[in-house]
């Protein structure tokens, strides 16, 4: 039996007739499929239509006090719970065997964490059962049910992850996410037009990617897909290109030096000059930050030319910055000075190549020097490297980065 | 321990503020009831908000062809589960401990005719459960789950039928139902200023008058808290007055002649003159109009001065007039001529008082002839007295009997 899942998010349910075009594109996957292969059967897992989400995210905030998340919770899976009966709707009007099962009739089994529920566990069985009568199963994303079986949200992103989950749970030989974009490219097309889509990328390089800007796919679903051994595809609601396709490395697979290059200019830089250079120094810096729920990024720390002090850099998101730096003023170290940046781009580079080819580093400065990028922080991960560069530079060291690489 | 259902319309569910409002109203009535009783506990049963309903069915009619009524329902069954939540957040804003239990949970199980279910039982466990850790369960009305555990809905209307049901299940104190009006008048304020709120009522004039045009009550409601004798009290939502209270007939109420005078000008004449005497006839043109869904109301059929031949009158909704004729003219039977008349207005007087008054019927009649208001129709039950009059006598009719029975 071939088990097809396929995914489509909010922008691709915007209204009815985007609706009936996703119900097309279910159909014309599964008689393609059946042409080759008696015995298809399909899940089909999807998002609240466009901004409904919002809408309900709106309408319980006017109640703020003492609330529950459970009954936040019921409301916003509603949004979900519309489009998957609009689904099967739409598709038993294209003669597909079709009906609709929620988050509780799967069941799709989550921790109590109201609102940011974590998938436990989804048998396999009641599916199974509904595919004798039906072909293709609509399931909302984004729900699940918690362990005293009330309604839970998997938080914003959540339906990707629902749909591997399923995959995992049945096995899936696919799982199509279908997406406005016709898949990961090497770099941002409207950064760099000679940017091409890729037919492949491994789940490590993926997790670099969308932690950095490609922002296509969350990274919980990837960590996911990775952990079983989904193939994921990723493909476009509006064209019949074939995507890019997740999965693990293979030998088959060709090893460019970079598979991608991601440019991302929402983050802002916080140097302490002159910190005291002792042990416990950047846990003062960094508990008080985290404990008021500001993300960090980059942490680069050099050591200093007294060995006394140290200089410490690190990033924040822009938004953050006002609240970080009372964070840092509160906060009860000494330091000489205080100096922040929000006119930077991070630039990263991203290939499992980098593990087997050498000098990937050295050519990249190299590149940015004969240019005359300057480069202010350096950090590195097995696949990946990121530069922190001032922001007027951003776009000119992603060209230059994909001609010298990518475009070789 | 006193346990109270609360029932709210979507009209009284507007928007945010209108859920706040009555959640405030429940709060009261539990607070109140707490001051006399210290055990309390609670039922609110909620419609969709508003025109939410008519939103969801305009986008499920987006699919016509081949349709499920179960993804139908799927979809429709959200718009309860939006102000079940909302609800429970704003009853837990006001201090109150409540949450949502969707129809699914309670469980409310219905026969599996989806759009149109029935409740079939309504187990009072796991609503006693929650009671434990909350005083308050807001459920969803309209909704429930079929014997193969899917989502139904009830039909129009079917949020006062899950009240009364809910209130049976747990054996409820009170089913306060709460809509926009003050209660059950005399007669339409419209029509009647001088016409009065109903202190109470029994189940059989609510049965009479909710068929007749005074649409406060679905009939179905009505019938099941009377096979159950549930107290159920017609509330208005903007004020504090105390209603109508539905109730089985007891020595202590007063027994007035009429209690109540409906008005109804969507109804058409049809008569069929001539129509051979013989037995089946009445079948011969009945059947063939049910087959087409047209209901029809008043039915007389006189004796006929040859013996052979009689006149058959019965009464349609104006909207089905056009396609009852072409019904009739398709029929097999013969007769001498057949008149429409859509210039009509149904007057029905209700009242249990008419089973020991006599003389009722000829009082009425009388009135009617002292302002010149000629009868065309008269059909007759245990507790009503129907007329068809010419419409342009309607409200006149309305308050011509309300002066003369009510106002007394």
Same mark, same amino acid.
């Given at each position: 039996m071939y088990r097809l899942v396929q995914k489509f998010g909010g922008t691709s349910l915007a209204d009815l007739d985007a609706i009936r075009h996703a119900a097309l594109r279910v159909k014309e996957a599964f008689l393609d499929k059946q042409q080759a292969q008696a015995d298809v059967k399909g899940l089909v897992v999807v998002s609240a239509m466009g901004d409904s989400t919002d809408r309900l995210v709106a309408q319980t905030q006017a109640y703020t006090s003492n609330c529950q998340q459970r009954d936040y919770d019921v409301v916003l899976a509603s949004g979900e719970q519309v489009s998957s009966g609009l689904m099967a709707l739409a598709l038993c009007q294209q003669n597909i065997r079709a009906c609709a099962m929620q988050g509780w009739q799967v069941p799709i089994y989550t921790d109590g964490n109201h609102s940011t529920a974590?998938?436990?566990?989804?048998?396999?069985?009641?599916?199974?059962?509904?595919?004798?009568?039906?072909?293709?199963?609509?399931?909302?994303?984004?729900?699940?049910?918690?362990?005293?079986?009330?309604?839970?949200?998997?938080?914003?992103?959540?339906?990707?992850?629902?749909?591997?989950? #399923?995959? *995992?749970? $049945?096995?899936?030989?696919? =799982?199509?996410?279908?997406?406005?974009?016709?898949? @990961?490219?090497?770099?941002?097309?409207?950064?760099?037009?000679?940017?091409?889509?890729?037919?492949?990328?491994?789940?490590?390089?993926?997790?670099?990617?969308?932690? #950095?800007? *490609?922002? $296509?796919?969350?990274?919980? =679903?990837?960590?996911?897909?990775?952990?079983?051994? @989904?193939?994921?595809?990723?493909?476009?609601?509006?064209?019949?290109?074939?995507?890019?396709l997740l999965q693990q490395e293979g030998a088959s697979m060709e090893q460019p030096a970079i598979t991608g290059i991601a440019l991302e200019d929402d983050e802002a830089k916080i140097t302490l000059l002159g910190v005291q250079d002792r042990p416990g120094v950047a846990a003062q810096i960094f508990t008080p930050i985290s404990e008021q729920h500001i993300s960090v990024d980059m942490i680069v720390q050099n050591v200093s030319a007294d060995k006394k002090t140290t200089d410490v850099t690190f990033t924040v998101a822009k938004k953050d910055l006002a609240s970080c730096m009372k964070v840092i003023k509160d906060c009860p170290i000494t330091y000489s000075a205080l100096r922040t940046d929000a006119n930077v781009a991070k630039v990263s580079v991203v290939g499992r190549g980098m593990r087997s080819h050498a000098g990937i580093a050295s050519k990249l400065f190299a590149t940015l020097a004969a240019h005359g990028i300057n480069i202010q922080v350096i950090s590195?991960?097995?696949?990946?490297?990121?530069?922190?560069?001032?922001?007027?530079?951003?776009k000119a060291a992603v060209r230059h980065i994909h001609k010298a690489f990518i475009e070789q």
């Open positions: 974590r998938i436990t566990d989804i048998p396999q069985k009641n599916i199974v059962a509904a595919w004798r009568s039906y072909d293709i199963i609509v399931v909302p994303g984004f729900q699940g049910i918690s362990p005293d079986q009330h309604i839970t949200t998997l938080g914003r992103g959540g339906s990707d992850t629902t749909a591997v989950a #399923l995959a *995992a749970a $049945v096995q899936a030989d696919i =799982c199509d996410i279908y997406t406005d974009v016709d898949g @990961i490219y090497t770099a941002d097309p409207r950064v760099v037009p000679s940017a091409r889509c890729l037919d492949q990328i491994t789940y490590e390089e993926m997790l670099e990617l969308a932690s #950095l800007g *490609a922002r $296509v796919l969350h990274t919980r =679903c990837v960590e996911l897909a990775m952990a079983r051994s @989904i193939p994921v595809r990723l493909r476009p609601t509006t064209n019949n290109n074939e995507g890019t590195t991960s097995e696949i990946k490297i990121s530069l922190l560069i001032d922001q007027s530079n951003g």
